[in-house]
Each structure stands twice: as structure tokens, then as C-alpha cells.
């Protein structure tokens, strides 16, 4: 498996950046996974959209899905030349149920909505993905992708708890939300992790890789880093257009 960064921004995209969006690669197959701000754009330098398998959509945030809208026009021009196959299925939340309702009611027939719930699990080409609901204020889920060449974590938006942990048990890389720094702390009521708490959370899960996301635009990314750093070694901050070997 490989993975792609295609927006590393939480909340709102920072300069020459995306809004949370990636790329995996698995079994020759391509899954998009969250698709926010410039995720289409970005996209295509990697890949043809009209390559993408299925997607995964962590939670209804507008950082997390405002491409939506963008990608079903282009799906809508390559369905209709016969360029790709159609429907695409997209799996994701069914609330808040007024955004659901408003990207069911958009997606017209290019996309097909499969809702997921907690401890909901697919079996897709030889990978087996699950799902988690994380602590966020609307309904989110955390998403685990396991093949036979390794395992890929996301937590996508959420506070720190015990589940998360066993959640990401032995992966060999963990995307973790690391919105805040620890200037910020009390924040994490609001549904995110410190750079420290998701370093905190690889360790205790036996990762062998943490890499940061959905950082806070206004945040000093060396800062986010080091203070990662003082509880977990193997890490980084994801960076847009890097790829990582999943293990």
C-alpha cells in the first residue's frame, strides 16, 4: 500500500495547501479518503480521477467534503463518455442529516452513498477496512485499511480515548489529527489531539509511524513536530504530495 498526502490543513487550507484529503494506493486499486478543499486539483497530478475506486469519508465537515461537489462534475463528464465505471460508491456518515440530505440530493447518479456506523466493516479487492466512531461534535469515524502488505491507520478528527488505541493496535502508519499544540491543550474538548496526544496515542498503539495532519494553519509546524517528538520517535508532519510505503 501506498499512501499519498494530498491536503494536510485542518479547518481552513493554508497557503499552496489542501484541506484534509488523501490517496491510497492498494492491490493497483485507488481509494480516495476524505475529499476537502483543492483535493481534485491536487489529485491529478498523481492520478486520472477517473481512476478512483471508491471513497472514504471520514465526517461531514466542510474541510472534509466541500470537493465533493467539484468531483461529481468531473465523474459526470467521464460516466457519460464511457471513461469510467458508474456509480462510484462513497462511504460516509448519514448525518448531520441536512448536509447528508443536501450531498445525497447533489451527487445525482454518479455516486452511490453506502452509510457507515460504528464496528462496520468492508472487504474491498483483498483489503478489509473498518470503522470507528471517534469523539467529535458530529458523527466521524476513524477508518483502518488492512492487506497483506500492512495496515494504515486514519483517525481522522477526534479527541483522545481508550478504543483509538486498541483501534490502531500494531499499525504500520498512523495519520493522526494533530490540530493543536500544547499552548492549546484545553482545546481538545472541541473533538481534536495535540501534536503530543497523537504521539501519545502511536505509542501506546505499538505504530511504527505517526504522521501529523490536519494542522492548524496558524501553527509553527517545527513546533507541532517537536513536541510530537518528545514522546514518540518515528514521526513526521505530513507534507503535501509526499507518499508513504504502508508496512
Known sequence: ???IILGTSGGYAAKNDGC???LLQAGGE???IDVGPGALSYLQNYIDYTKINAIFVSHL??????DIYTLRFAFYYAQGLNRMKKPIEIMMPGSPEDTYNYIESTIKDELFIKTIGDGDSVRINNMDISFLKVEHPVETYAMRFDTDEGSFVY???TSYFNRLVEFSNGAGLLLADATFIEADK???????????TAA???KEAEAKKLVLTHIWPE????TVLKEAEEIYKNVIIAERGERHIVQ
Not at 61 to 66: F, K, R, Y
Request: zero cysteines; aromatic letters at 8%.
Open 1 to 3: 500500500m501506498e499512501l
Open 186 to 196: 484545553d482545546k481538545e474538548s472541541t473533538g481534536h489531539m495535540t501534536a503530543k
Open 219 to 222: 501553527n509553527d509546524r517545527l
Open 200 to 202: 501519545k496515542l502511536a
Open 20 to 22: 484534509a484529503s488523501y
Open 61 to 66: 465537515h466542510a474541510d472534509h467534503i466541500s
Open 155 to 157: 483517525t481522522a478528527d
Open 30 to 32: 485507488y481509494y480516495l
